[in-house]
């Protein structure tokens, strides 16, 4: 693709496969990427999937304009030591590991190359992806704007200070799986109150899908839109009663605060 030039994808797991699918979809020329997977089968299928370059090989990201991170925070330090001799300030680096500072990075990588945090997010597989980036130390206006143009293949991008990722990440990272959690417990409810599982299920992931449609395209506080749901002694205020009986609003502000620490606990640990 012009102007954004080659990248190499550390790590095809979940997420090294949703940016590579995304990279691909938003107009990557496949010949321009490259991927580094360490598993052979995962990596001969996404050759297969994609038609893009594989291999097993750290050392081949010499060269690459762009280097995406992309494995678990626990196998940063040794990948960084591996990539280490074959970077050069010429080039990119873009980590969308949870937890992992800009400082992490550049601290292991020769001096001056330039590094960017992402914390993107899975929808990102159906281009509604919701990606937050900060620039690290070495860091231009052209170097952001290419990490940028780049998740912007896979949805909407946010520019933020990198004090705030850890919190981007409990919200936006992980709150996907907030939401399916909610999914899957509204689908148990259906099945509970005496409804086919498949009904259930329509019933609710279009609610969500309606729901988050109306968020975006009326721009009206949740407030509100949940307040013209609730009749006045109606079915969603005896609903939502017993929410506020279980605490839940409590229970998503320590979910998140538990995320949040997790993340800053990430790039200390090995486990
Ligand atoms: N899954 C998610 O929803 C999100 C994940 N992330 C971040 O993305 C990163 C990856 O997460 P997932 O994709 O979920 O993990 P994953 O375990 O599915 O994928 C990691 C991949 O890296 C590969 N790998 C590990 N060491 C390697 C090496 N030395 N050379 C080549 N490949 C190597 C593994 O074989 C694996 O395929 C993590 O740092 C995570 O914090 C960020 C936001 C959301
Ligand atoms: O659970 C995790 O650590 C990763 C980061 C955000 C979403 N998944």
Redesign the pocket.
């Known amino acids: 693709m012009s102007g954004t030039g080659t990248v190499a994808v550390i790590g095809a797991g979940v997420m090294g496969e949703t940016l590579l699918s995304g990279l691909v979809r938003g107009g990557y020329d496949p010949g321009s990427l490259l991927v580094v997977e360490k598993r052979r089968e995962r990596a001969a299928e996404l050759a297969e999937r994609y038609g893009v370059r594989v291999v097993a090989d750290l050392a081949e990201v010499a060269g690459s304009d762009t280097v995406a991170l992309v494995v678990k925070?626990q196998d940063m330090g040794s990948v960084l030591a591996e990539i280490a001799p074959h970077v050069v300030p010429g080039q990119l680096v873009v980590s969308l590991a949870?937890g992992i500072t800009t400082a992490y990075v550049e601290g292991r990588l020769p001096a001056g190359v330039p590094v960017v945090r992402v914390?993107p997010?899975t929808p990102a597989l159906v281009d509604e992806g919701m990606a937050a980036i900060s620039p690290g130390s070495h860091c231009d206006e052209e170097h952001l704007a290419r990490a940028e143009a780049m998740l912007a293949a896979t949805g909407r991008v946010v520019r933020v200070p990198e004090k705030q990722q850890d919190a981007v990440?409990a919200i936006s990272?992980?709150g996907p799986?907030y939401l399916f959690f909610v999914v899957e417990s509204m689908i148990e409810a259906g099945v509970h109150l005496g409804l086919p599982r498949s009904t259930a299920t329509e019933l609710v992931v279009q609610t969500l899908v309606g729901s988050a449609k109306m968020l975006r395209e009326t721009g009206e506080h949740p407030t509100v839109l949940r307040e013209r749901v609730t009749s006045p002694g109606g079915t969603t205020a005896a609903a939502i009663r017993q929410l506020e009986d279980h605490k839940v609003r409590a229970a998503f502000i320590g979910a998140m605060e538990a995320a949040r620490d997790?993340s800053v606990a990430?790039a200390a640990s090995d486990d």
């Open positions: 925070p949870a914390m997010n990440t990272g992980s799986a997790r990430l």
